[in-house]
């Protein structure tokens, strides 16, 4: 049973607009989380993470907010641009049974467009 | 060249054939994982090292057998490969996945088993 959820295979986004991709988690053991950015052909590349101790991390155009007691995360890019557009994953990792395991969703597929 | 690299990129093969793919970092790494991207289903992880000569199971390990002698290399290998087992296996490396260290991938090796 898949406990990294992005339940929107795909999202669409007039360039200069918000993009926000979102993620679930079922498992209470999580408790560090990350965002790949993947182009087709390439390997997946890191692309934000936050712990749970935080609320919110930024990193320039991208911020990630975790809501812990709904056990969801999103992915802001603001303003978007035209090379934002690839497969965003979410990933979790974190105690017992997780320590050491990065647990991967099905992906996102970000179309931004002019 | 520093970094992660994935042997070979593409590899068709018979059903029932044995078959390894490679992988070698050159960070020194402790950890190693494997996954496959399946459309539908994301990245799954097949098997993961924690450091040398140690391993452990993923959410889909059976088919596939893995070792670790050395901290650089970490090969997957199908002992008799099915149709199933066609797909894109990525091999990454951290040195933790937590405290802000995310994993490195490569770029991937395509299998068509046949």
């Known amino acids: 049973d898949q406990q990294v959820k992005q339940n929107s295979p795909s999202l669409s986004v007039q360039e200069g607009r918000i993009s926000i991709l979102n993620c679930d988690y079922t498992n209470s053991m999580f408790d560090y989380f990350l965002w790949y950015k993947k182009y087709p052909a390439e390997g997946p590349t890191f692309l934000i993470s936050i712990s749970s101790i935080k609320d919110k991390n930024e990193d320039g155009r991208f911020t990630v907010f975790l809501n812990k007691s709904a056990k969801h995360l999103s992915l802001h890019i603001v303003p978007s641009q035209p090379g934002d557009s690839a497969v965003y994953f979410c990933?979790?990792?974190?105690?017992?049974?997780?320590?050491?395991?990065?647990?991967f969703g099905r992906g996102t597929q970000l179309t931004v467009w002019p | 060249d520093a970094g992660i690299t994935q042997s070979p990129r593409y590899k068709i093969t018979e059903t029932g054939r044995q078959v390894t793919l490679m992988c070698h970092q050159t960070w020194s790494h402790s950890y190693m994982f494997w996954y496959r991207q399946d459309l539908g289903h994301g990245l799954r992880l097949i098997y993961y090292s924690a450091a040398a000569d140690i391993t452990d199971k993923g959410e889909v390990p059976d088919g596939y057998v893995v070792s670790r002698s050395k901290t650089e290399n970490f090969p997957l290998t199908l002992e008799s490969a099915t149709r199933s087992q066609t797909s894109v296996y990525f091999c990454?490396?951290?040195?933790?996945?937590?405290?802000?260290?995310?994993?490195?991938f490569g770029q991937g090796t395509r299998l068509t088993v046949v």
């Open positions: 990454a490396s951290s040195e933790s996945v937590r405290t802000g260290t995310e994993a490195f």
């Open positions: 990933a979790a990792t974190g105690r017992g049974s997780t320590l050491g395991r990065l647990y």
